[in-house]
């Protein structure tokens, strides 16, 4: 059985491989075209002061998504 987890439970440092995206419409579009796209990996580089947002590495990007986004991007962590 494969563990997963969303993007948000990864911790600063923390790396893994997106499984997928459950989120819709407007923001499952705009998870995509960011690059959170299956089988990508993805690294939680900083977080902000007050916990949210997250500042996530993927595709050569670093991209911050608030936790209500990153919630919607499951993970398999390595």
């Known amino acids: 059985m494969t563990v997963k987890c969303s993007l948000a439970d990864l911790s600063v440092g923390?790396?893994?491989i997106i499984?997928?995206?459950r989120a819709e419409g407007n923001t499952r579009r705009?998870?995509?075209?960011l690059g959170f796209v299956p089988d990508t990996i993805v690294e939680a580089?900083?977080?902000s002061p007050m916990?949210?947002?997250t500042a996530y590495q993927v595709r050569?990007?670093?991209i911050a998504l608030r936790e209500?986004?990153?919630v919607a991007v499951?993970?398999?962590p390595t």
């Open 51 to 53: 916990g949210d947002p």
């Open 60 to 62: 050569g990007a670093v």
């Open 19 to 21: 499984v997928e995206i």
């Open 14 to 16: 923390g790396r893994g």
């Open 68 to 70: 209500e986004d990153a």
């Open 74 to 76: 499951l993970v398999r």
């Open 45 to 47: 580089v900083r977080r």
């Open 30 to 33: 705009r998870l995509l075209d």
